[in-house]
Every structure is written in C-alpha cells, then in structure tokens.
C-alpha cells in the first residue's frame, strides 16, 4: 500500500512539474543589443553545413527568417557580405552590412585556425557593437554540459589554455574547402544598390516572432558560448581592419533598434558555459580542480612591533651643520710663477 502512495505521489509531482520545465525551455531571451536579429548560433549551423563560402553567403541572405537585421534603419532587411582573409594557416570569414554607398558595420567574424597537428578549430565571434563584449560560439562535443556559468565541471581537467571535449572541425566541407589547394580568397561581389538575383528585400519581423523561430538553437548540445578566443593572435589580425558604422552606433545609443521588442521585457540567455579560470590564463600544466588546495590564510603573529627611536616624519630638507673651521687668509702674491729667463 506504501508503494502504490509513493507512486501516486511522484506521478502527480511529475506531471505539475511538466508546466514548469516547458516555460523554462520555452523563455524568450535576448542580448538587448541590434544583434538579436541574427541568431549567431544559426549562422554556425548554416557554416557547418554549406560547402564553399559562395553557397554560405546566399544561405545567410535567402534562407527563410534567418538574417532580420535592419541596422540603418530604412525598414527592409540588409544584405550580408562574406569576405575573407588569409594569414598562414588562419582564415578569418567576415560578414558585413553596407550601410550606404562608403559606411560598413561588421556582425561578426568566423576564425577558422589550424594548430601545430593540422586540426582545424572554428569559432564564431560576434561584433561587440551589436552582441556585446565576449559573444563567442563554438562547436560542442554534444556532451551535456549545463549552461550554468558557475559550474566548473569537477570531473574534468584543464589540458593548457582550453576545456577537454574541444571539437575540430576538420571534416566540415567547407573547412576542406577553404584549406584545399585550389581556394582563391573570396571576396563578395556584391555592394551596396547592386545585389543577387535570389534576394529579395523584405520587412523586420518583430523579435518575438524571430526568436520563435530559431529558440531550438539556444537549447542544443551542438553550440556553446565561451569566454574566450582561443586564437587571439589570428584575431587581433582581423580586429584591425574592422568596420563600425557611427550610423549603428548612434542608432544604438538612441534606442532606434528597441522598437523589435514592441515593448516587451525578455531575459537574459545564459552565459558561458566555459569560463576562464586563473590556470587557464596562466596556461599551467593540467590541473584538476577537485584537488587544488585553497589558499591558507596567514598564521597570526605574537610578537610585538619593533619600537622606532628615529624621528617618524623626518623633514625633507635637513639643517646645514655649522661650520667650526676658520677660513684660511687670502694672499695676493701668485702661488707660483713660471721664470721666463
């Protein structure tokens, strides 16, 4: 009889608690930044799947309700650019808005590395203008790692600078094609006023209606945010040649880009589910959390402080001494003179 109350009871904990799990997943989120509008976590899955960066681009511009970015404001969707650049064995893919005929605004950057054995680490780094400071992507190990910033994975080790489970991504076909001895550097040819015949400006949806469409992408173990650019070398490489637009910003500080919410509040996703910790900075040997000892604080002291005899605050300048010794007489006859004879 116990057993069959004790059933009864989880079963009905159970199925009042199914409401609860499905608000959780079903939160709408967002950045409050212009960036809102391209789901990043998209924008990587389309990478993943397209195989040369002429296929990404079109798939960034034509595939339904994916781009919905308005940045200057005109009331139609703008049309992304893909450029990249080469350094070494470093690629850095570039997606950009042509505001006008000279005024450009980068979304984001994808740096494709290869390490010292050849395998190929991507990760997606949103401009800070429209997605904030720190907004990086990265493939996951599909392992289930909680989303809270605070868990630190006890189970787990440090390997240098980066977490085990980093994913490469030399399998990707567009990885190999952009590694292949036949890639040319590709550089849109599209500009402003003059664009492909598979796009078609179409107006902003609002945001509630966006994120419906794309809230899968911030509930998957294949993506995660991270704290960090594990390349930051190849990075600063790009960083200096990138675009802002004072078009966005000003919009930005303006508030023009908040009529998407129609007034409405939504939360903040979560953060990094990969946050850098001091060995990771330091880039020490692997340490396993579990057995860092924590710092001991000072053993206290018994003994009395030395008293000072000197002056505490002595001046700055001191006293010239006195002078006892009597000055010698002066003579007026030479010292010596050299005879001339």
């Known amino acids: ?3 069959i109350i004790l059933y009864f009871v989880f079963s009905t904990a159970g199925f009042l608690s199914l409401p609860m799990f499905s608000q959780i997943e079903n939160r709408f989120v967002a950045l409050d930044m212009p960036g809102d509008n391209l789901n990043l976590y998209a924008v990587l899955d389309v990478f993943q799947n397209s195989k040369t960066l002429e296929e990404f681009e079109r798939a960034l511009n034509s595939k339904d309700n994916l781009n919905n970015l308005d940045l200057n404001n005109d009331n139609f969707i703008d049309y992304i650019d893909v450029v990249s650049f ?3 064995d470093s690629y850095s893919i570039v997606l950009r808005i042509a505001l006008n005929n000279i005024e450009f605004q980068d979304v984001a950057v994808i740096a494709v590395n290869k390490n010292i054995y050849g395998r190929a680490v991507v990760q997606i780094i949103g401009d800070e203008e429209l ?3 720190d907004y990086i992507l990265e493939p996951s190990a599909g392992d289930g790692l909680t989303p809270n910033p605070g868990f630190l994975g006890y189970e787990r080790t440090y390997s240098g600078n980066y977490w085990n489970g980093m994913v490469y991504v030399n399998d990707w076909p567009i990885i190999i094609h952009l590694f292949s001895p036949s890639f040319v550097a590709y550089v849109s040819p599209w500009r402003w006023g003059y ?4 796009w078609r400006r179409r107006i902003p949806i609002f945001y509630y209606d966006y994120w419906g469409y794309h809230r899968h992408y911030y509930r998957n173990n294949f993506y995660r945010r991270v704290g960090y650019v ?3 070398y190849a ?3 790009y960083y200096s040649r990138r675009n802002s637009s004072p078009i966005v910003t000003r919009n930005r500080i303006n508030n023009v880009y908040r009529d998407t919410y129609q007034g409405r509040t939504f939360g903040r996703p979560q953060g990094t589910v990969l946050p850098r910790t001091q ?3 330091r880039g020490s040997r692997s340490v396993n959390p579990r057995t860092v000892r924590p710092v001991q604080p000072a053993a206290p002291t018994n003994r009395q402080p030395a008293q000072r005899t000197r002056q505490q605050n002595p001046p700055s300048v001191r006293p010239t001494p006195p002078v006892n010794r009597q000055s010698a007489p002066r003579s007026n006859n030479p010292t010596r003179t050299r005879n001339r004879n």
Do not use: A, F, L
């Open 1 to 3: 009889m116990k057993k």
């Open 86 to 88: 080469k350094n070494g």
């Open 131 to 133: 997605y904030g400071k």
């Open 195 to 198: 664009y492909p015949s598979y």
């Open 230 to 232: 594990r390349y930051p």
């Open 235 to 237: 990075y600063s490489n």
């Open 279 to 281: 060995e990771q900075i």
